[in-house]
């Protein structure tokens, strides 16, 4: 008896382990690095957005864009057959756009006033959520 009470005692501990093993991988953060260098000094008359080559897709409806910068940009999001969207974000900030369409490809471009050569970093997340970032 004791023999059968420990073989079920395992089971139930071996299934409750896997369970947890499981869950952490779904908590798991989807972002993308879309960090890109100036290429062009904006002038007073021009206007110069650098775009990143990953493509953003939102399984959550939400995109969480964070600005690890110590200046401000301006984030400009784009997709096929829809409006350019574009989000001022001050230095270190995040900003949440809950208005993203599911499996939708969207294209990246950020603009700073920064001088050429500069980098810009930005991290876009899947969902309402992003990983701390101090300046």
Sequence with gaps: MKKWLCFI???VLTLSLAACSNSEN?????????TVTCVEESESDSYIITY???????????????NRNDFA???????????E?????????VCVF???ENETVYTVGVHADVEEGTEINLVVYDGE??????L
């Design 9 to 11: 005692l395992m089971i």
């Design 26 to 34: 779904v908590d798991e953060i989807r972002s993308w690095d879309c």
């Design 52 to 66: 990143s080559d990953k493509e953003i897709v939102s399984n959550t409806g939400m995109l969480t864009l964070q």
């Design 73 to 83: 940009i301006v984030v400009h999001l784009l997709s096929p057959g829809n409006k």
């Design 85 to 93: 969207i574009t989000f001022d974000i001050e230095a270190g900030g």
């Design 98 to 100: 809950h208005q993203a």
């Design 129 to 134: 959520a992003s990983e701390p970032y101090v």
